[in-house]
Structures are given as C-alpha cells and as structure tokens.
C-alpha cells in the first residue's frame, strides 16, 4: 500500500477555493494560521499575476486542515507582496465579560475599546467550511452567520 504524502501549508502558497460547482476563488497562506482571500470569484483559471492585483477582501485564521486535508489545493508558491508581509491585528472579546475587549497583535494583548476594534477582525481560527460560507454569502450580497456570531 502506497502512503499518501502530506500536503503542507508554505507561506506564499497560492490556494483555490471551490465555492460551488461553477465559482471559486483563491487566498494566499500568510504566516500560520492567516489567509489573505483575493475578491477573486471567477469560473476561469487566472494567473497568478492577475491575481496579485486584485484587492484583498479579510484576512484571517483558518484551520490548517483547510490545506493539509487538500480541500483547498496549493496550485502554486509566490513571494509574498510587502503588503501581505503586513502584521494583522485582532480583536478579543471575553464572551463572560463583554466589557472587557482586547486588540491582539503580534502576540501581545492591549486592552481595547469598542470603537477601537470597529474594522477588526475577530481572534478566532475559522474552519474551512465557515469560510466558504462567509464567500458565498459576500459574493451574494447577504450576512454572514459567521461575521455575525464573532462580531463585537
């Protein structure tokens, strides 16, 4: 029985994402776990440098089974752009205390406050499928359950 090799999650791979049977879209892998996703919705092979130029739509964690299980496939490794090199930062909520907010960054917390944290991303690792989700309703014009569940 032959073993199955390991797919690994590299900074700079470029990743596709099938959204359903006619679109998908592609996200780099940034330093573990962020993402960058590309507003990149399309039913045609782009290159990687039309890719490059179009605008990030969030960035965020994600579970590195999104890669490593081969759901969203590696077709290809790029140098990263300055600004994907960029140190993200994240809110923290603590969901007993809601009043006690924090920006997460670089692995530090400072204590926040709510307007601080408007634009933010939530602190948390998304598993694929919530991901996908939140794509597809972007791309619908609608809520996401997600977005919304993690909001401040």
């Known amino acids: 029985m032959k073993k199955q090799k390991r797919i690994?999650?590299?900074?700079?791979d470029l990743v596709k994402i099938q959204l359903d049977s006619q679109w998908h879209v592609y996200a780099r892998v940034l330093k573990e776990p962020l993402f960058a996703f590309y507003d990149?919705?399309?039913?045609k092979e782009l290159t990687f440098d039309e890719i490059k130029n179009l605008p990030v739509l969030f960035k965020i964690w994600v579970m590195k089974y999104a890669v490593t299980s081969g759901?969203?496939?590696v077709v290809g490794n790029y140098h990263l752009e300055e600004s994907l090199k960029q140190?993200?930062?994240?809110?923290?909520?603590?969901?007993?205390?809601?009043?006690?907010?924090?920006?997460?960054?670089?692995?530090?917390?400072?204590?926040?406050?709510?307007?601080?944290c408007i634009g933010l991303e939530c602190a948390a690792v998304w598993d694929p499928e919530h991901v996908e989700d939140r794509l597809r309703d972007h791309y619908a014009g609608k809520p996401n359950k997600w977005v919304k569940a993690l909001k401040i």
């Not at 009043?99 to 406050?113: D, F, L, V, W």
């Open 71 to 73: 759901r969203w496939p």
């Open 8 to 12: 690994k999650a590299t900074v700079g």
């Open 40 to 43: 990149s919705r399309t039913d």
């Open 87 to 116: 140190v993200e930062k994240f809110f923290k909520q603590d969901c007993l205390n809601p009043q006690s907010i924090s920006i997460y960054y670089e692995g530090h917390e400072i204590p926040a406050t709510r307007e601080e």
